[in-house]
């Protein structure tokens, strides 16, 4: 985490860091390990807007005693998705992220550039990606939470995790952090893109459902953009698709607790559309970068349930962006346009790089450093 007596090594090499961040996901689709990453989760109080004397009692008292043993039994449902020994689907398709990235931005950037992997909550942590930085000299770190709306849940939560790492830090590196790319046009083609290739082999459907994951109707109405921003990549997307009025509609998933989230809901929703006619739904979550649970088991799986249960006739889900090439160029684009002005960007002439370090290890010793 940047720390330690001996963390300045005179003429030591430097380059380029890009903590590459998501939510998170448990250690294993067990009880106990759902207990320890709920309570992780569910502890962070820009996730729960609640006074501590108010909600602890509940997290400790009920939802900790409750929600790990049936948080496992979905987790179990999608746990090696992607093949034997895959694990959670998050993690796997992240570390791919991972790779496409570093191999994108070591093609396109002139100067040294390494990615490291963390999540939020559980496993590998944030402190543990920045550790992984620091000993690969990066002095320079670009931090890109994979959330494309910017919520104070989700991409505020990040911030204050990375800054609470570095706290003890004796020499900070220099700091830029992304905080959303909602309408970014790389990012709008990347969807649509996937949306016209799935429809190329299922047809059109009636209605194409945008959802998102939503949060309290209260953060909204004290602030926070995530609604709107929701709401401009849902039209983007339209326009991008070509849709008239009538063939999408945004809603809004995973609400928790009993107060009003943002609406609409993405499972009544679902149990409605077929008493207003619409018997042929896709749906598309934009605003996850990889898929996780709540697309494999809660849209792919239980909202189909609802769907079809509701008289309707067609249902498919449009996987996340995922490790697509697309994807994965217009993350590349989104690093290079925020890393602006540091070396790394170029022009960087790596010889004489090199002999710049070696000139000031050189004076250092000179001066009577041991190291």
């Known amino acids: 985490m940047y720390l330690g007596e001996n963390d300045y090594r005179h003429g030591s090499p430097e380059q380029l860091g890009i903590l590459l961040l998501n939510l998170g996901t448990p250690d294993a689709p067990t009880e106990d390990a759902l207990r320890t990453y709920l309570a992780e989760f569910l502890s962070d109080p820009r996730v729960i807007e609640l006074p501590r004397w108010k909600w602890w009692p509940i997290l400790h008292g009920i939802v900790l005693r409750t929600r790990p ?17 895959t694990g959670s689907p998050l993690l796997y398709l ?13 093609e396109r950037l002139p100067g040294p550039v390494v990615v490291a992997l963390g999540m939020r909550y559980g496993n590998p942590s944030i402190p543990r990606a920045l550790e992984e930085l620091r000993m690969q000299g990066a002095r320079r770190v ?82 926070d953009p995530y609604h709107c921003e929701c709401h401009v990549t849902g039209r983007l997307l339209a326009e991008r698709l070509g849709l008239a009025e009538g063939e999408w509609q945004v809603s809004f998933q995973s609400r928790f607790g009993r107060e009003e989230w ?14 207003q006619g ?59 346009q925020h890393i602006q002005g540091w070396p790394e960007a170029g022009p960087y002439d790596a010889e004489a790089m090199r002999a710049e370090w070696e000139a000031s290890r050189q004076r250092a010793l000179a001066l009577g450093a041991k190291q």
């Open 262 to 275: 943002i609406k609409p809901y993405t499972d009544m929703t679902l149990k409605a559309l077929p008493a």
């Open 69 to 85: 043993k049936r948080s496992a039994e979905a987790y179990a449902e999608v746990w090696d998705h992607y093949g034997a020994g």
């Open 142 to 223: 670009l931090v890109l939470p994979l959330y494309p709306q910017y919520s104070a849940s989700t991409t505020a939560s990040t911030f204050d995790a990375v800054t609470a790492a570095l706290q003890k830090a004796r020499w900070l590196p220099e700091l830029r952090f992304i905080n959303h790319y909602h309408r970014h046009p790389a990012y709008i083609e990347a969807l649509a893109a996937s949306v016209r290739e799935h429809q190329a082999q299922h047809g059109r459907p009636q209605r194409l459902l945008m959802s998102f994951h939503g949060v309290p109707e209260r953060y909204l109405l004290s602030g």
């Open 278 to 336: 619409i018997r042929d739904v896709q749906v598309i979550c934009p605003g996850f970068s990889a898929d996780c649970l709540e697309t494999l088991e809660e849209i792919e799986q239980e909202n189909r349930e609802y769907f079809m249960e509701a008289s309707g006739e067609k249902y498919s889900y449009i996987p996340a962006l995922n490790d697509r090439a697309d994807h994965l160029d217009m993350l590349a684009e989104l690093v290079v």
């Open 94 to 106: 992240s570390e791919r992220q991972r790779e496409g990235l570093q191999t994108r931005l070591r």
